[in-house]
């Protein structure tokens, strides 16, 4: 058990941090105890690093922090001695088995975390610095999805201290309605739908709050769908899945609400146009070079065209979140995709 220690991070400098809470908590009630170590390791808002090891029902409400069991910790780079630092008043160090990110957004799923634990050498659970970095990107990852045959959405890329005129000529050659995004953002923080030209301006200042560089997008007919992957040569794929919006579009608040949304899954598509979305998942995820595990994020036009959405290299991670129930539906309970995915992550 000494040497099958997990790291589990969550938290973070991310304005998803609250929802990494809700995922690290599932994730860590789920990992085999008879045959790994778990151990919680929390990013504060600020940055700070914790070991926590007080009851897990501390993360969803924030209280984990003010524990007395947090002591400070680090990740070592140092190839020679790999693992967690401890800084309390006897200074340890715990060797890692291997890494399991559980950080959603910036600064955990964007490759930054994944990169310190590759320097280190540390096993990582789900994709690497780079897949993370470009499932992250949307510009990038809808070029390279197209490249293997997965168009994507039109659009055009904006960097900060653009000329204002430039963006409103683009956004009306696009065409009405349409959506302004961060390229580099998750939950669809920064997004906004823009159905006429005096919503732009402010829809451009909002995106432009999250990242130094905005996308342009048409607002695609039909609906949206998404597969999750796992696997690292053998890909295995869960049932695809529908989001039905009855308003609106699928915000922070209809993601993790469904206030107005329902999910559908398996998706109320045919069997052969689900293969398809299959199909173009596995591309997809093939092109940025993931491992592990990822969803990927679709639409479905209503003549039948499957467009490339997005890539979540860390999707939520509950029971009962999108991920976990697409997987669940071809007979893959959580605790068991769990342990499966710290499987793939130690793989050479």
């Given at each position: 058990m000494n040497d099958k220690n997990i790291a589990v991070f969550f938290g973070g400098c991310s304005t998803e941090h609250e929802v990494s809470l809700q995922s690290a908590q599932a994730v860590l009630n789920a990992i085999d105890q008879n045959r790994y170590r778990p151990l919680a390791v929390g990013i504060t808002k600020k940055g700070e690093w914790r070991l926590f090891s007080g009851s897990l029902d501390q993360l969803t409400d924030g209280s984990w922090e003010r524990d007395p069991s947090c002591v400070p910790c680090l990740l070592s780079p140092d190839r020679t001695c790999p693992g967690l630092l401890l800084l309390g008043p006897e200074p340890r160090r715990i060797p890692l088995f291997a890494g399991f990110p559980v950080l959603h957004g910036k600064n955990g799923e964007d490759g930054t975390i994944q990169g310190l634990l590759e320097l280190s050498g540390i096993p990582?659970?789900?994709?690497?610095?780079?897949?993370?970095?470009?499932?992250?990107?949307?510009?990038?990852?809808?070029?390279?999805?197209?490249l293997a045959g997965v168009p994507a959405p039109k659009g055009t890329v904006f960097r900060h201290g653009c000329d204002p005129?430039?963006?409103?000529?683009?956004?009306?050659?696009?065409?009405?309605?349409?959506?302004?995004?961060?390229?580099?953002?998750?939950?669809?923080?920064?997004?906004?739908?823009?159905?006429?030209?005096?919503?732009?301006?402010?829809?451009?200042?909002?995106?432009?709050?999250?990242?130094?560089?905005?996308?342009?997008?048409?607002?695609?007919?039909?609906?949206?769908?998404?597969?999750?992957?796992i696997g690292n040569e053998t890909l295995i794929t869960g049932r695809v899945d529908k989001?039905?919006?009855?308003?609106?579009?699928?915000?922070?608040?209809?993601?993790?609400?469904?206030?107005?949304?329902?999910?559908h899954c398996p998706a109320r598509i045919s069997p052969e146009k689900e293969e398809e979305a299959a199909r173009a998942a596995k591309k997809v995820y093939r092109a940025l070079g993931c491992r592990g595990f990822a969803r990927v994020d679709l639409f479905l036009t209503p003549d039948g065209r499957i467009l490339f959405n997005e890539v979540n290299t860390i999707p939520g991670f509950t029971s009962h979140s999108r991920f976990p129930t697409m997987m669940k539906a071809i007979g893959i309970p959580f605790d068991r995709l769990v342990n499966r995915l710290i499987e793939l992550g130690v793989e050479a």
């Open positions: 990582v659970v789900g994709c690497g610095t780079l897949a993370s970095a470009l499932g992250m990107d949307k510009d990038r990852a809808h070029r390279l999805a197209a005129v430039e963006i409103e000529r683009a956004a009306h050659a696009i065409g009405w309605p349409l959506f302004i995004k961060p390229v580099r953002s998750g939950s669809s923080f920064g997004v906004s739908r823009v159905t006429k030209p005096e919503q732009l301006a402010s829809a451009v200042s909002e995106a432009f709050s999250h990242d130094s560089e905005i996308l342009l997008e048409e607002a695609v007919p039909g609906f949206e769908i998404g597969c999750a992957v989001i039905e919006l009855s308003q609106g579009f699928f915000n922070f608040e209809e993601k993790y609400t469904l206030k107005t949304s329902k999910i």
